[in-house]
T-cell receptor, first 118, second 116 residues
């Protein structure tokens, strides 16, 4: 069975601080995808990143960076110099890679609510 | 321009009524999904359809019936609505790539269902 744990329920930071959102996962699959989605107050789910399990290179996109460590089953997300617009609920998710027409689905963590205070 | 769209965005109804939520994707994807997000923001898969065929049916009451008239549409019909059905329902779609690899799921804007 797959499981994703986001231990931080809520985080508050002051604007311009850096913040890291933790994600720990469990899976029996040898290949899998990890994702981060953002849900702003407006409610939609915005795809941020997908990582394949055999690619442990960290990724940076502007103020966002992701640290994937297979040894600790973690896929953490850091926002540098946070801004008020970063306030949202962030979800980490896990899925298999190969499915054919099989039961491909996303297993989500419970989300971390980030509040960036001006 | 909208990739995955859902209608309506808000749905308020009385207990016992029957209602439908529609989902359409213009991405050419072969698989569509319904997820339920509860009041604590927890997201859980409900159904998955691949080329109009039901693939996943997670322990969802049979009052919920998905219908896929074609690859681009997956509607969710709910009979005899109950208070506990109040939630946000998200539609999503993805594509099967070569080699059996699944591509990323993209989500619709969600439908907030309130049962009074």
């Amino acid at each position: 069975a797959q499981k994703v744990t986001q231990a931080q329920t809520e985080i508050s930071v002051v604007e311009k601080e850096d913040v890291t959102l933790d994600c720990v996962y469990e899976t029996r699959d040898t290949t899998y995808y990890l994702f981060w989605y953002k849900q702003p107050p407006s409610g939609e789910l915005v795809f941020l990143i997908r990582r394949n399990s055999f690619d442990e290179q960290n990724e940076i996109s502007g103020r966002y960076s992701w640290n994937f460590q297979k040894s600790t089953s973690s896929f953490n997300f850091t926002i540098t110099a946070s801004q008020v617009v970063d306030s949202a609920v962030y979800f980490c998710a896990l899925s298999e890679v190969y499915s054919g027409a099989g039961s491909y689905q996303l297993t989500f963590g419970k989300g971390t609510k980030l509040s960036v205070i001006p | 321009d909208t990739a995955v769209s859902q209608t309506p965005k808000y749905l308020v109804t009385q207990m016992g009524n029957d209602k439908s939520i529609k989902c359409e994707q213009n991405l050419g994807h072969d698989t569509m999904y319904w997820y339920k997000q509860d009041s604590k923001k927890f997201l859980k898969i409900m159904f998955s359809y691949n080329n109009k065929e039901l693939i996943i049916n997670e322990t969802v009451p049979n009052r919920f019936s998905p219908k896929s008239p074609d690859k681009a549409h997956l509607n969710l019909h709910i009979n005899s609505l109950e208070l506990g059905d109040s939630a946000v329902y998200f539609c999503a779609s993805s594509q099967l790539l070569s080699g059996g690899i699944r591509d990323t799921q993209y989500f619709g804007p969600g439908t907030r269902l309130t049962v009074l």
